[in-house]
């Protein structure tokens, strides 16, 4: 990707728009801040979500703060590594059409299926055993052999500038890999062991309630946060620096409660829909 993309991390104490409006000013200083709101809102950070900072944003609102930033800084290719982790189906429909939309070319690494394919990907490029083979075709039912991908093989879809990833370059950077050693025969119970260690795991009944709860109480300590950096804001402008030192323990307290829960949440929420896509 080209110098000055938007990094991952962010300093948790900046606002979200802020981040955006950066980095879309270091390539047009005219940019307005209602432009930032726009291609934020279009990705779900609507609202006073775009006014958050970023330690109280989830990590699916992380990453779509980074999104937003880069789709609003001109760029001639785009590298994406698993872009869809921690979205949701609105925000990867947004994604896909952003994408599609891209004058220039595209490498994307991922094994979300549904998404390659509706990129309609020009080139196919699959690592195998250390070698890197980019195929002009469209993308088919072997790509996706269980066996390719569960011994470390990624597909990387290239949309349109076949020249560009055509040395192999910017795939390899992010494909390329070295040859797992061929492991040693197992019995079919081995097999079949190994098999269900690594499938992730539905939730129990006691999970799916506590991933319920979970959603209710970060949606409220959210709002919790919200309303202490208000009177924060207010016992700061008012001097009142008794009740400003309070606030601010309060605030430090709630949020490392926000932290832990939000990241138990995201836990089961990844593992809930890892598993409702996998057919019984």
Same mark, same amino acid.
């Given at each position: 990707?080209?110098p000055?993309?938007?990094a991952p991390?962010?300093?948790?104490?900046?606002?979200?728009?802020?981040?955006v409006?950066?980095?879309?000013?270091?390539?047009?200083?005219s940019t307005?801040?209602e432009?930032?709101?726009?291609v934020m809102?279009?990705?779900g950070?609507t609202?006073?979500k775009a006014?958050?900072k970023?330690k109280?944003?989830?990590?699916?609102?992380?990453?779509?703060v980074?999104?937003?930033?880069?789709?609003m800084?001109?760029?001639?290719?785009l590298l994406?590594?698993?872009?869809t982790?921690?979205?949701d189906?609105?925000?990867i429909?947004?994604?896909v059409?952003?994408?599609k939309?891209?004058?220039?070319?595209v490498?994307?690494?991922?094994?979300?299926r549904?998404?390659?394919?509706?990129l309609?990907p020009?080139?196919?490029?699959?690592?195998?055993?250390?070698?890197?083979?980019?195929?002009?075709r469209?993308l088919?039912?072997s790509?996706?052999?269980?066996?390719?991908?569960?011994?470390?093989?990624?597909?990387?879809?290239?949309d349109?500038c076949?020249a560009?990833a055509g040395d192999?370059?910017?795939?390899?950077?992010e494909c390329?890999a070295?040859?797992?050693p061929?492991?040693?025969?197992?019995?079919?119970?081995?097999?079949d062991?190994?098999?269900?260690?690594e499938a992730?795991k539905?939730?129990?009944?006691?999970?799916?309630?506590?991933?319920g709860?979970l959603e209710s #109480? *970060?949606? !409220? &300590? $959210?709002?919790?946060? /919200? @309303?202490?950096?208000?009177?924060?804001a =207010? %016992?700061?402008?008012g001097g #009142? *620096?008794? !009740? &400003? $030192?309070a606030?601010t /323990? @309060?605030?430090g307290?709630?949020?490392g =409660? %926000?932290?832990r829960?939000s990241?138990?949440?995201?836990e089961l929420?990844d593992?809930?829909?890892?598993?409702a896509a996998?057919p019984?």
């Amino acid at each position: 990707m080209a110098p000055g993309a938007p990094a991952p991390h962010h300093p948790q104490e900046a606002v979200a728009l802020d981040i955006v409006l950066e980095e879309a000013r270091k390539y047009d200083p005219s940019t307005k801040a209602e432009q930032g709101r726009a291609v934020m809102g279009a990705l779900g950070l609507t609202g006073e979500k775009a006014m958050r900072k970023v330690k109280q944003l989830s990590g699916g609102e992380k990453a779509r703060v980074a999104l937003a930033a880069l789709a609003m800084t001109p760029r001639t290719c785009l590298l994406l590594d698993e872009p869809t982790n921690h979205l949701d189906v609105p925000t990867i429909e947004s994604l896909v059409k952003a994408v599609k939309e891209f004058p220039g070319g595209v490498v994307v690494i991922s094994h979300d299926r549904e998404f390659c394919e509706e990129l309609e990907p020009t080139h196919v490029a699959t690592v195998r055993d250390g070698t890197l083979t980019m195929e002009e075709r469209d993308l088919r039912d072997s790509d996706w052999a269980e066996d390719d991908i569960t011994s470390g093989d990624r597909q990387a879809q290239v949309d349109g500038c076949a020249a560009l990833a055509g040395d192999g370059v910017a795939v390899e950077a992010e494909c390329a890999a070295p040859a797992a050693p061929e492991p040693e025969a197992a019995t079919p119970e081995a097999a079949d062991a190994a098999e269900a260690a690594e499938a992730p795991k539905p939730l129990s009944r006691f999970e799916e309630q506590e991933l319920g709860r979970l959603e209710s #109480d *970060v949606e !409220a &300590l $959210e709002a919790r946060l /919200r @309303e202490i950096e208000g009177r924060i804001a =207010e %016992y700061s402008a008012g001097g #009142d *620096v008794g !009740a &400003l $030192e309070a606030a601010t /323990r @309060e605030q430090g307290e709630v949020q490392g =409660e %926000y932290d832990r829960k939000s990241e138990r949440w995201m836990e089961l929420a990844d593992r809930h829909a890892a598993t409702a896509a996998v057919p019984a």
